[in-house]
């Protein structure tokens, strides 16, 4: 089997896409980064960096934040 990867400019557009994603359920239900950081064991600064397209999340963080995001508390 052959992998398939991705160019660097499409790994750039994926996180940068992924973080859009982030931000936008983030604040279609009220909740600060700072306080996503506290649940998703994380900083806010990284949680920042992640909304930027800075940083590349692993998939744990990812759906650890998604949980957060949509599941009520």
């Not at 160019?7 to 931000?23: C, P, V, W």
Request: charged share 20%; proline share 3%; net charge positive.
């Amino acid at each position: 089997m052959t992998w398939k990867l991705n160019s660097e400019s499409e790994d750039a557009a994926f996180y940068m896409r992924l973080g859009q994603n982030i931000y936008s359920l983030r604040k279609a239900h009220n909740i600060s980064q700072e306080e996503l950081s506290r649940r998703a064991d994380c900083s806010q600064k990284y949680i920042s960096k992640i909304e930027s397209g800075q940083a590349k999340p692993s998939a744990v963080l990812c759906a650890v934040s998604y949980t957060h995001l949509t599941l009520p508390t």
